[in-house]
């Protein structure tokens, strides 16, 4: 089964990720989730300033928040300084307002690590909630619409 090129992204595991026995500390996985879906979103052609606040070269705020509600990780292997993983990112839209993404952490095709980083809209000024932006939503549709021909 092939993905987008904009789904599936590398990582290199660097010294600073690493505790003092060499391995991945714990912390780093789901802040590689969150930086996976930042990444993912830049190469499908999101602007990270119109999702993200405070952003440079942003003129105002995005109208739309989308924290984090629910989160999880699970670990399979020791991954260590300098190894080399694949990443691969599988959104999944949960209703109009909230949208979840799943991440697959390989190294040598072998899973190492998954985690999942459940997100939900709200408007910036009001705090309830409300649709997704639309190049959100459309980076949904995108992903959904490759597993769908894919099958």
């Not at 599936?8 to 010294?15: H, K, S």
């Not at 979103?41 to 990270?48: K, R, S, T, V």
């Not at 003129?59 to 739309?64: A, F, I, M, N, T």
């Not at 040598?108 to 998954?114: F, P, S, W, Y």
């Amino acid at each position: 089964m092939t993905t987008h090129p904009w789904l599936t992204l590398t990582r290199t595991v660097r010294f600073g990720d690493t505790d003092a026995a060499g391995v991945m500390h714990f912390h780093q996985l789901l802040r590689w989730c969150h930086e996976a879906w930042e990444e993912s979103l830049e190469l499908y052609g999101i602007e990270a300033g119109s999702v993200f606040p405070g952003c440079r070269d942003q003129e105002r705020w995005p109208d739309v928040a989308l924290p984090v509600v629910h989160c999880n990780a699970n670990f399979q292997r020791a991954v260590h300084g300098g190894d080399q993983l694949r990443v691969k990112l599988t959104p999944r839209l949960i209703d109009q307002g909230s949208f979840e993404v799943h991440s697959q952490f390989l190294l040598a095709n072998q899973e190492v690590a998954n985690g999942l980083i459940r997100q939900l809209a709200i408007h910036h000024e009001t705090r309830r909630r409300c649709p997704l932006p639309e190049a959100i939503a459309l980076w949904l549709e995108a992903a959904q619409i490759g597993k769908i021909r894919e099958q």
